[in-house]
């Protein structure tokens, strides 16, 4: 007699045979385009997807800056950051037309509610004695570097939003006050990895 263990793995071996023959490599970029949600074609160096890959570019950053921190404090928040930016990444690759069905099947989008996360962080940072000396020229510790990268990507994103907004093809300013404060965020950050390692 089979098991349930054994007829659960009998029943994914075809999907896993499937998943294994299939590539990233799917050519469907080949001519220049890519996909936005719902399957919508766009050149690759459209507004929207200049939005978003540069945000994804953000992400990868602050990525950078979370597997190099020696703080639990940086580290915790900033993968919950990296988990909002998911949530901003699927609403700049959905276009203006595709946003009711996009909220309509439960995708989250950005709210004054992911800023204000970011604007308690800054408060609790500015509460503490945090020195500025030498912020003007990054690289006083590799963490504190890795997290200026980030900020710096981050106004990059902000810019490439901006564009989209004054471009007519984004319809939640939200975003772009996000990646204000976020920028804002990443640069206390820095400030406060290079207190504490002056205090060592």
Known sequence: MLTHKTRRALALRPLRRNLAAMSIATRTGDNGT?????????SKCHPRVEAYGTVDELNAAIG?????????????????IQKDL?????ELAT???????????????????LTAKLDQLVAEIEAQSI???GWATPGATLNSA??????????????????????????N????????RLADLLWLFARWVETKAEAK
Do not use: W
């Open 34 to 42: 890519t996909g936005l949600m719902y399957n919508r074609r766009v």
């Open 131 to 133: 020195t500025f000396k």
């Open 64 to 80: 950078l800056a979370r597997a190099s921190a020696q703080q639990e404090f940086v580290r915790d928040n900033l993968l919950i």
């Open 146 to 171: 890795a997290l200026d990268v980030a900020r710096t990507v981050c106004r990059r994103a902000e810019r490439r939003v901006c564009a989209l907004h004054e471009a007519g093809q984004l319809q």
């Open 173 to 180: 300013s939200e975003i772009i006050i996000y990646l204000n």
């Open 95 to 113: 276009g203006t037309e595709d946003l009711p069905r996009y909220a309509k099947d439960g995708f989250t989008l950005v709210s004054s509610a």
């Open 86 to 90: 998911v949530t901003l990444m699927g």
